[in-house]
C-alpha cells in the first residue's frame, strides 16, 4: 500500500481506537465462554473462527443454558444475518476482487463496517475497514484468550467505560450525515425503532429492524422531501 | 463435548457464508438506482439503531444507566467540534466516573 497522508493516518487512528474498545470485550466473552462450560480452546475457535460477537454470545448463551448445541448454532447464524447486509452495503464501497474478498469477508462486522460506510471515497473507506477488522479481529482473540483463562479476575469493562465508548463512537461516525432534517428524522426513527425492540427481540435483531424501518421511512421520504 | 464442537463447526460455515455472500452481491444489483438510495440511507438509519442499542440495551432489557450521560457528553462534544478520540475517551471516561461514584 502507498504511504498514507494525514487524513489516511486520521482514518486509521480512528480505526484502531475503535479496535482497542470493542477488542476488550473479548474479556467478557472468554470469561462467560469458559464460565458456561467451554473448554479454553472452544471458547479460542468461536473467536477465531466465527468473530461476529453477538453470534458467539448467543451460542455460548444458548450451550449455558442447557439448549442444544445446533439449536445454539441456528441462533447464532440468524443472529449473523445482518452481516449479510452489511457486505451488500461493503461492496460496491471497497470494489474487492474475488480473492481479496474471501479474505475481507472474515472480518465483515458491526464496526469494520460502521468505520468504512462513512467515508468520502474508496481509499479511506479501504483503510476505515481493513484496519478497524483487523484491529478489532488481533485484539478480539487475545482478550478471549485471556478472559477464559483468567476467568472474572479482571473485571467487567464497563467499569472502566468502554461499553459508552463504543456508544459515543457510533455517535461520532453518524454526526456528520445529520446536516438535513431528513437525516436526523431517519437517524432517530432507526434509534426508536431499534430500542423499544429490544425486551421484545433476541439480542442482534433490533439492529436489523430498526435500521430496516429507518430505510423505507427514508425512501418514503426521499419521494416527497427531495435529495437530502 | 463433541456435540459443543458439531454447533461450533455449523455456526462457523453459517456466520462466514452468510458474510461472504453479502459481499458477493453481482454489481448490476448494486449499481440499480434503488441500492444506490438505499446504499445512501442505510449509514445513517444503522448507526442510529446500533447509537440506541449500544446505550439502552443490557441484554434484552432496557438499562438506562451511566451509559446515557456519557453519550450526552459525546453529543455536546461533537457539537463543540472535539475530534474523534478525544470526543470517544472523555465520554468512556464519564461512563467509569460515574460508575466509580454511583
Known sequence: MSRLDASDRAVVADSLGVAVAVGAYGVSFGAIATASGLSVLQACALSLLVFTGGSQFAFVGVVAAGGNPVTGAVTGVLLGSRNLFYGITLAPLLGLSRAQRWLAAHVVIDESTAMAVTRENRRHARLGFFWTGVGVFVLWNLFTLVGAVAGDRLGDPRRYGLDAAVGAAFLGLLWPRLSSARARVVALVGAAVAGGLVPVTAAGVPIVLGGAAAVLLGLLLGGEAGRR | ?102
Open chain 2, 1 to 102: 463435548m463433541t456435540g459443543v464442537w458439531w454447533g461450533i463447526v455449523l455456526t462457523v460455515v453459517g456466520c462466514f457464508a452468510l458474510k461472504i455472500a453479502g459481499l458477493s452481491v453481482p454489481e448490476r444489483v448494486l449499481d440499480h438506482p434503488l441500492t444506490v438510495r438505499v446504499g445512501d440511507l442505510i449509514p445513517v438509519g444503522l448507526l442510529g439503531a446500533l447509537v440506541a442499542v449500544q446505550v439502552v440495551a443490557d441484554g434484552d432489557r432496557v438499562v438506562l444507566d451511566a451509559r446515557l450521560p456519557a453519550l450526552g457528553v459525546a453529543a455536546f462534544l461533537l457539537w463543540r467540534g472535539v475530534p474523534f478520540l478525544p470526543m470517544v475517551a472523555a465520554s468512556a471516561a464519564t461512563a467509569a466516573l460515574l460508575r466509580l461514584l454511583g
